[in-house]
């Protein structure tokens, strides 16, 4: 029943939009600026080009806001438009989406020594500081469940992956994850 009010919540604002109260887009752009900006972040990493792809993101949601066909809610519409905006620019740069095979030869350097009795926030940047080596894709994904807590069905949505690829490249994500954290924050039987 929350999906159907949230549906209902979309169309009205999108109507309201379309028949000439544009600055109610800004109400769409503060709803969804944190699901874009982690979408953007996960995947690109020049600083200069993610603010120039949430202006794109936005640009295009708001020209293609007439063709919105409220089957998904709009948050999932307006992340989809900036997941495939993001692989349009990985694929411009030549960046590779998902390179299994380099992330898993690369030897990571240990990015801080971790003492015995680690604080919450410093396991949390430890963790940050692992996703954000993992390929674009893979970054994305594991911030869309565990950050944006979205189910593996809206992220389906939102990339166009199945289901099961998802549930398969979160798995292989949060593997790479565990072995770079044990190989780079390895500490010997005494907590040395």
């Not at 993101?57 to 900036?82: D, E, N």
């Not at 801080?112 to 949390?124: L, Q, R, S």
Request: charged letters at 25%.
């Amino acid at each position: 029943m929350g999906n159907e009010s949230n549906l209902f919540s979309d169309k009205l604002l999108v109507e309201k939009i379309l028949s000439g109260n544009t600055q109610d887009f800004a109400m769409v752009v503060k709803n969804t600026e944190r699901l874009v900006a982690q979408i953007v972040r996960k995947m690109v990493a020049n600083q200069e080009d993610q603010k120039d792809l949430v202006q794109d993101i936005y640009l295009k949601a708001y020209q293609s806001l007439p063709s919105f066909k409220f089957q998904s809610k709009l948050s999932t519409w307006i992340a989809t438009i900036a997941y495939n905006r993001n692989i349009n620019y990985l694929e411009k740069k030549k960046i590779p989406l998902c390179d299994i095979d380099s992330v898993q030869e690369s030897n990571f350097a240990l990015q801080e020594n971790v003492e015995k009795g680690i604080f919450k926030k410093e396991t949390a940047q430890i963790l940050n500081n692992e996703i954000n080596k993992l390929p674009p894709l893979y970054k994305t994904l594991i911030s869309l469940y565990h950050i944006e807590e979205l189910p593996n069905r809206e992220i389906a949505e939102i990339t166009g992956l199945p289901e099961g690829t998802i549930k398969s490249y979160l798995y292989r994500a949060r593997k790479i994850l565990k072995e770079n954290i044990e190989n780079n924050y390895k500490m010997d039987s005494y907590g040395q």
